[in-house]
Every structure is written in structure tokens, then in C-alpha cells.
């Protein structure tokens, strides 16, 4: 199976700074990237669509000036929760799509949790 | 908008055979996928249906009737390790856009 490696695992920061977590596919290129966040005891939530190249559609409700994302090359996408607040604690996800691997296949990084203090 | 809906919790005996449902409303749908997680852990992927009708893999089976909006993930000879979030998810557009659904929470018990 495709490998996807988000990095940091975990993390904490104080309410007003910036994070950035990374998300790379390491044996595949992902032309799509989705980024998710997650509460306890919930579902994934569409945050993005991240596309290489081109900007990322934001879902309904999501900030794309506090939740900025890149995906500059075929095998990173980016999510940067800029001026974090308590309320932006949570799991983020991404996830990436292989187009040679089997049909409906998403492969997940391992997540990031974030605190803010 | 769209929509995906799961029963929240279900509980099952150990070698039993337990059937979870999904129900979606959406426009552009592409197929219906679902996915284990664990507590703490990121989703795995179980089965796919594009076509109407079953698809058998191991264990699990994933059934999709696209008239209906309706589809399910059969697990059969449940193992304690299944014991797990499971998500029902369309993927509409090809990979263009891909949502879970409310998930439903599996407990096997000896």
C-alpha cells in the first residue's frame, strides 16, 4: 500500500501563534490532497481539497485566511492554522488519492493533534 | 448539501455477523467507500462499490444500491479487534471531493 506521513504527531503551541503541519505521500505522487479535522467521538470533516498548482477549495464555513494550504509539489500539501485559538484544538488529517491504486482508495496520514493553550 | 447517515452505535457478539447502513444525499456521486478507524488512529480502507450490487473482501462485504442512496458494510465472523469506528463515505467527481459519513461506533463483546 501507498504510504502518507504527517508531521507533527502532536503538538502544542499558545493561543495567538501559528502552526504548520505537513503532510507528504512518500512512494507516490498525489495530484489531490484532502485535509480533515476530527473531534472526539466525531466524524472527519472536510476542511480542503488541496490541488497541486492551484488553490485549494475550502468547504463551507472553513476560514482559508486562517486555515492556509499549500501543496507546491506532487508529494506535499501544507496546512497552516495561522493566529491558533483553544477553539482550533482538535485532529487534523490529510489524506491522498492514489490514481494507479485500487478505485476509492483514500490513504491517511497518521494525524496531528493539536492543543492550544 | 450532502448528507451521510450511520446508526451511532452498534455492539455485536464475538463470530457473529453484524451489518452497518449508510444512507447519503448528494449530488455528483461517484461511489461509496467505507473505512476503519480505531480510537487514536488514522482511517483504514475497507471496501468500494461503484456499481450497484456486492463486493466481497475477506471477511467484510460492502453492499451499494445507487437508487436508493443506500448502502452497508457486512462484517461476518467478528473478531474483538473489530471493535472500531466505522465510516461510510461518497466520493463525488472522481476524487474532486470525498465525505464521511456520521460513523458508527462497533462493539464486539465475548
Known amino acids: 500500500g501507498a504510504v502518507v506521513s504527517q508531521h507533527p504527531s502532536w503538538v502544542i503551541c499558545k493561543s495567538g501563534t501559528s502552526v504548520k503541519i505537513e503532510c507528504r505521500s512518500l512512494?507516490?505522487?498525489?495530484?489531490?490532497m484532502f485535509w480533515y479535522r476530527q473531534f472526539p467521538k466525531q466524524s472527519l470533516m472536510l476542511m480542503a481539497t488541496?490541488?497541486?498548482?492551484?488553490?485549494?477549495?475550502?468547504e463551507q464555513g472553513v476560514e482559508k485566511d486562517k486555515f492556509l494550504i499549500n501543496h507546491a509539489s506532487l508529494t506535499l500539501s501544507t496546512l497552516t492554522v495561522t493566529s491558533a485559538h483553544p477553539e482550533d484544538s482538535s485532529f487534523y488529517i490529510c489524506?491522498?488519492?492514489?490514481?494507479?491504486?485500487?478505485?476509492?482508495?483514500?490513504?491517511f496520514g497518521e494525524g496531528s493533534r493539536l492543543t492550544v493553550l | 448539501g450532502q448528507s451521510l447517515e450511520q446508526p451511532s452505535e452498534v455492539t455485536a457478539v464475538e463470530g457473529a455477523i453484524v451489518q452497518i447502513n449508510c444512507t447519503y444525499q448528494?449530488?455528483?456521486?461517484?461511489?461509496l467507500s467505507w473505512y476503519q478507524q480505531h480510537d487514536g488512529g488514522a482511517p483504514t480502507f475497507l471496501s468500494y462499490?461503484?456499481?450497484?450490487g456486492l463486493e466481497e473482501t475477506g471477511r467484510f462485504s460492502s453492499f451499494l444500491s445507487r437508487s436508493d442512496s443506500y448502502g452497508y458494510l457486512l462484517l461476518q465472523e467478528l473478531q474483538m479487534k473489530d471493535s472500531a469506528s466505522y465510516f461510510c463515505?461518497?466520493?463525488?467527481?472522481?476524487?474532486?471531493?470525498?465525505?464521511f459519513g456520521t460513523g458508527t461506533k462497533l462493539q464486539v463483546i465475548p
Open positions: 489524506s491522498a488519492s492514489k490514481t494507479s491504486g485500487r478505485s476509492g482508495e483514500l490513504f
Open positions: 512512494d507516490f505522487q498525489a495530484t489531490t
Open positions: 488541496s490541488n497541486e498548482g492551484s488553490k485549494a477549495t475550502y
Open positions: 448528494t449530488s455528483g456521486f461517484y461511489g
Open positions: 462499490n461503484a456499481l450497484d
Open positions: 463515505a461518497v466520493m463525488e467527481g472522481g476524487y474532486q471531493k470525498v465525505t
